[in-house]
């Protein structure tokens, strides 16, 4: 099933490689996506989607990344990708209309908008990409986007949504900032497919809040809920 | 409430690492310095603006490769850990050749017939330009230095006969995520199916660095670089050497060296992408693009086959088997996190 998932996306590149050959590199790409795909999954796990839809999930995620919508021909061009925007953006969209209260409706409001701001704010202040520095720049949004968002939901959900949806927000407030400007650099957002930032971003956001949820149910719930439990099937 | 500050901790201390982080690299960026690598006995490796952290690799234009060892402010103390021919990687060789014997030999790469695919050239940071020629080290508009040594790169290689598409995607305006949008330019340059990338840069560090003569005229070298964090850095790596190893037989010293950065700089995105440095923001921009012709002169042959892929795919399988330990890692962790410590002191 794996391999299958993985030869739908390497599918170009594969039959490239194939041609003046490299069975290393071919494995090497197998692996880095299904790591990936695998990673993912684990988020949709907690995105209210069973295994069977996460993988169909995934599936169109992958094809989705060949298909750009371009939005705006002008200046600048904007476009959306199917697999790296409007499919993780959308289920962004479907994960917040379900939240059960006003107080997390309310959250979340304010976890998206703080997100955007923090990724927006920080690539306007650092420029380290030109010197990258000790943390890979890429994965810095994702790590900002999952620390905001649990701080203020603390919940894996709210993570995704603020991750996806602050990157969202920070390409849109570039092509408005290029259009102001009058630059003519494309906003292709979500352009890179699976492989966006705005992909990853979700996906190390969900398990950040993953690790620190757990590492602080460990640390401090763990032995109470233990306890709970324990009394409870008593 | 105490509890809840409590619990807030980690998050709030890891925030606070993500702004500290950047803070210290952003110094290096505005105050225009630079670093400077010796080796044990104080003498300059190098130069160079990329921001240094230790582990960081430089090889020579002479193939003697240093491995950063600390850092004390502008100058970072490196130790050489590999002369040609010592087989300093020992390990890694043998390993390679074992593996190697695993592998069924294929054929080199047809370099006449077949089908040709092209070489893609973009531009991360679409607006590097050369202090003499463009007044400022930073063109936003369009039309920059860089662009400009990227459209004499591509004349060369077109003339060597070879398909070029040359991409002249903005990434402005300068901010953090000039790599997160060029991703998106690699992605759309991948579907036309390139046997090669090559992100075209300038450095910003004292002319002299760049500047040399070759037959008689003056040109700026070339550096490149290959991103540390990545799952194609052997690939990348076998490529770049490969890519010196051509100029290196007609230009020697023309290739200022490899320079491994802890990054990716979109090198995970393909197993053939080049960052190469044309000279810096105070060489002239003619000599950028007098390097840049030579560069290809040289190199267009291995570039436009992807060179051999037998020592490119060795590279890959060692980064396999690190890909294979740190998921096996990751699936203990998650293991770990995910056990249900109340169940399993219950059976």
């Not at chain 1, 170009?12 to 990936?36: D, F």
């Not at chain 2, 393909?270 to 840049?292: C, F, M, Q, W, Y």
């Not at chain 2, 890959?316 to 096996?328: F, M, Q, S």
């Amino acid at each position: 099933m794996e391999e299958g998932r993985s030869e739908i996306i390497t599918l170009q590149v594969m039959v490239e490689e194939c041609k003046t050959m490299n069975l290393g590199v071919l494995l090497l790409l197998g692996a880095g996506i299904l790591i990936l795909l695998g990673l993912a999954q684990q988020v949709l796990d907690r995105l209210y989607l069973n295994d069977k839809q996460a993988l169909l999930f995934l599936a169109a995620m992958v094809v989705g990344s060949f298909i750009n919508i371009p939005l705006y021909r002008g200046t600048p061009p904007v476009s959306l990708n199917l697999g790296g925007a409007v499919l993780p953006v959308g289920l962004a969209v479907y994960v917040f209309s379900r939240a059960g209260s006003r107080k997390e409706v309310n959250r979340g409001i304010f976890g998206v908008a703080l997100t955007a701001l923090a990724v927006y704010a920080v690539s306007k202040l650092y420029f380290f990409d030109t010197y990258a520095g000790r943390v890979e720049p890429q994965y810095i949004w994702g790590i900002l986007a999952g620390t905001v968002a649990y701080l203020v939901g603390r919940s894996r959900r709210l993570a995704f949504i603020g991750a996806t949806l602050g990157i969202l927000v920070a390409d849109i407030a570039h092509a408005v900032e290029a259009g102001i400007r009058g630059l003519s650099s494309p906003a292709r957002i979500g352009g890179a497919g699976i492989f966006d930032t705005l992909v990853l971003a979700g996906i190390i956001g969900v398990l950040l809040a993953e690790i620190i949820g757990e590492t602080r149910e460990r640390i401090q719930g763990g032995p109470a809920e233990e306890q709970a439990r324990g009394e409870g099937e008593g | 409430m105490k509890k809840k500050g409590i619990t807030r901790l980690p998050a709030v201390l890891l925030l606070l690492a993500v702004f500290t982080f950047p803070a210290a690299a952003e110094r290096e960026k505005t105050d225009g310095t630079y670093f400077t690598i010796v080796d044990e006995n104080h003498e300059v490796i190098c130069r160079t603006a990329h921001y240094i952290t230790v582990g960081d690799e430089y090889l020579t234009a002479e193939n003697k490769l240093y491995r950063v060892r600390s850092v004390h402010q502008d100058i970072a103390h490196a130790r050489l850990v590999e002369t040609p021919g010592n087989g300093g990687r020992a390990f890694f060789q043998e390993l390679r050749r074992g593996l190697q014997a695993l592998i069924p030999r294929r054929a080199e790469p047809a370099q006449g017939g077949g089908e040709k695919r092209p070489i893609a050239i973009y531009h991360t940071h679409s607006g590097e330009s050369y202090l003499p020629n463009e007044g400022t080290p930073h063109v936003e508009a369009g039309n920059s230095g860089v662009q400009k040594v990227g459209d004499r790169l591509a004349r060369r290689l077109k003339a060597e006969n070879i398909q070029v598409i040359h991409d002249t995607s903005n990434h402005d305006p300068q901010d953090a995520m000039a790599y997160d949008r060029s991703r998106r330019t690699v992605a759309e340059l991948l579907k036309k199916r390139p046997i090669a990338l090559i992100d075209v840069h300038r450095d910003a560090v004292p002319a002299e660095e760049y500047e040399t003569w070759v037959e008689g005229e003056k040109a700026a070298r070339i550096q490149l670089v290959v991103g540390r964090q990545n799952p194609n850095r052997e690939a990348n790596e076998a490529f770049a050497r490969q890519v010196k190893e051509a100029v290196d037989r007609e230009y020697p010293g023309l290739i200022k060296g490899i320079f491994y950065g802890n990054g990716k700089y979109n090198q995970d995105m393909a197993p053939r992408l080049l960052l190469i440095e044309a000279g810096s923001h105070t060489n002239d921009r003619e000599e950028a693009e007098k390097g840049v012709e030579l560069f290809a002169a040289a190199a267009h042959r291995v570039l436009s086959t992807g060179g051999v892929s037998r020592q490119e795919s060795s590279g890959a399988w060692r980064a396999l088997l690190w890909v294979a330990g740190l998921v096996a890692a990751g699936v203990l962790i998650f293991f770990l996190l995910n056990r249900d410590w109340g169940r399993l002191r219950e059976d």
